[in-house]
């Protein structure tokens, strides 16, 4: 997929890694919408970058088909779905005011794994109705896990039930589409510099940092657009889960 000719949707763009995204892939000259609950902060970056942007609550279908045919009409279709948005939740199974809430636990699953679901499937079903590019495909799909599906620390259980489920989606949904030549892939990153990690203050990141292997360091935003934009472009890319982590293996 020619990064010039991509039209992708961004979830969670207002902010983090999807921000990011929307930033790398619009000064790569694709077209990007957008779409986030913030819209202060949504149509502020939109305005800056120069993309679109449509409001959206990702668990909701009535609003995610809204923003998708929006988006889509305004870019000319759709051929790149990006996934960033989600939440982390802290809490232990069993903890001092008794056990997990059933609600943060669902909640956490609703956003993070039922809302990439949501966005994707129906992202699919617009991207099915472009013509194959030269590569043969019709769209590509990038889902965002974590480290936490596979090294989950204590507290993470409903964050790490969310984002394993993501991992283990790709391979299926990359071969439900494989016959409508769209490509599925998931990246799992480690531990970013995004403005909820730095909400913990800098000592907190000095120490997460420090059982980074090499890079001895947070991860950039940008290495995570990076990658974006590299598996759009690399047409052999499908159906895998990708660590973006320094070799961090959490304990």
């Known amino acids: 997929m020619q990064i010039t000719e991509t039209k992708a949707i961004v979830t969670g763009a207002a902010s983090g890694l999807g921000a990011a995204t929307a930033r790398a892939l619009c000064a790569a000259e694709a077209a990007v919408t957008i779409l986030d609950r913030d819209a202060d902060r949504g149509m502020a970056l939109a305005s800056e970058i120069g993309a679109g942007f449509q409001p959206v609550d990702v668990t909701d279908p009535v609003s995610v088909t809204q923003a998708i045919g929006e988006a889509s009409a305004q870019m000319g279709g759709i051929t790149a779905c990006i996934n960033c948005a989600g939440i982390a939740t802290a809490e232990r199974t069993l903890g001092r005011d008794g056990p997990h809430g059933l609600d943060s636990f669902r909640r956490t699953i609703e956003i993070n794994l ?19 590019d ?61 403005p909820m990690l730095e909400g913990l203050g800098q000592e907190v990141m000095d120490g997460l940092a420090a059982d980074v292997p090499h890079p001895h360091r ?18 052999y ?14 304990r």
């Open 218 to 235: 947070l991860g950039d935003p940008a290495e995570f657009a990076s990658l974006v934009r590299h598996i759009l472009a690399n047409p």
């Open 134 to 194: 030269a590569d043969g495909c019709r769209g590509v799909i990038v889902n965002t896990a974590s480290v936490a599906a596979f090294d989950g620390q204590k507290g993470q259980a409903a964050y790490a039930a969310s984002k394993g489920g993501i991992a283990a989606m790709t391979l299926p949904l990359a071969r439900d589409l494989a016959s409508l030549k769209i490509r599925v892939m998931t990246i799992a990153p480690g531990i970013f510099r995004t």
């Open 237 to 250: 890319l499908n159906g895998e889960v990708i660590r973006l982590d320094g070799a961090l293996r959490m």
């Open 114 to 132: 039922l809302g990439s679901f949501n966005v994707l499937r129906l992202a699919a079903a617009e991207m099915a109705q472009n013509g194959p």
